[in-house]
């Protein structure tokens, strides 16, 4: 079986999207040998050069548009186009933009409906209309693989998508392996320059992830008594400017007063996360919303004790 692979995200391990790509190309040529894997992405791209044993690196070059217009054509005319060229049997969307045209069964991945159901996430007109297109777009598909039972339930509520065509596939975790041991723990702990005790939040920083709460607890545990010899870290790529969809957490936590207890250490390699994790005194992660929440899974696989949401706390973590 040929299947083809909208490969707008291959490479862009800064996006939930982009790891989940990464995870199943680097594993599916050996978990299904018996599958051509074409991967489609746009010419010029950077990850069209990364080596991927088992999967078809196909270059296909997209008109010069604005960047928004880029994607939406890349997905709605070139991919379907370039699918049926190459006669593949399924065409499988990563991510949640299927296309209206769709030449052979399409599989669709709706990893969760965040644009559709937080108001705060639905963006300016162009991005509403968007919204409204993949939703109609994934109801045409053959297949919609999902990542919990709560993102189906969802899926099966909002988009009127029959429950036969819904199908849950859970993430693992990103690391394979043993657990690190001490001297790797300790050898991350250098690298990042961190405290000997932290708490740690590893993630993005939109409004969902609620990481001024985290800040506002961890002022409120000093308060209360708590061991100011526990520190806190956050970890991951900081906003490029403060906005009120991903504030920066500077100056929310020099605003709390505990700026010298906060420790920011920036995008984590991948090879890093598990001594990361298994470092840290507990890991906390109080988001309002989470398709999955791969990060709660990470810290559990680490052995590292999770404080997280009852909201994320009811899915498939």
């Keep these: 079986m040929h299947v083809a692979i909208n490969g707008w995200f291959a490479g862009r391990l800064t996006t939930g999207s982009g790891q989940y790509l990464e995870q ?24 069209a050069q990364e080596d991927r044993p088992g999967v078809e690196s196909i270059a ?7 960047k928004a217009l880029a994607k939406v054509w890349w ?11 190459l006669g593949a049997h399924v065409l499988w969307v990563p991510y949640w933009a299927a296309p209206w045209r769709q030449p052979c069964p399409v599989v669709v991945t709706v990893h969760d409906l965040i644009p559709l159901l937080l108001p705060g996430y639905r963006g300016s007109p162009f991005h509403r209309l968007y919204t409204t297109l993949v939703a109609h777009t994934a109801r045409r598909a053959q297949a919609i693989l999902t990542v919990s039972h709560a993102s189906a339930q969802d899926i099966v509520q909002h988009l009127n998508v029959p429950p036969e065509r819904v199908h849950v596939v859970h993430h693992g975790p990103n690391q394979a392996g043993p657990p690190p041991d001490l001297a790797q723990t300790a050898a991350v702990r250098r690298r990042y320059n961190l405290p000997a005790r932290y708490f740690l939040y590893l993630g993005g920083f939109d409004r969902r992830k609620n990481v001024a709460g985290i800040l506002r607890a961890y002022r409120r545990y000093l308060e209360k008594g708590g061991d100011p010899a526990i ?3 956050i970890a991951g790529e900081l906003p490029a400017r403060d906005t009120p969809f991903a504030p920066d957490p500077r100056p929310l936590a020099r605003a709390e007063g505990i700026e010298a207890q906060v420790h920011f250490c920036g995008w984590v390699a991948e090879g890093d996360k598990p001594a990361l994790y298994a470092g ?12 999955f929440g791969m990060m709660v899974l990470e810290a559990m696989a ?10 994320l706390a009811r899915r498939d973590v």
């Design 302 to 311: 680490a052995g590292t004790p999770v404080v997280t949401s009852g909201q």
């Design 24 to 47: 199943l190309l680097q594993r599916l040529p050996h978990l299904a040998p018996h599958l051509r894997l074409s991967l489609l992405q746009p010419a010029g791209a950077a990850a």
């Design 231 to 233: 520190h806190l870290v």
């Design 75 to 85: 997905e709605q005319v070139t991919v379907p186009a370039t699918a049926a060229r």
């Design 280 to 291: 840290a005194t507990a890991f906390l992660f109080p988001s309002t919303y989470e398709g």
């Design 60 to 66: 296909v070059p997209l008109p010069r548009l604005p």
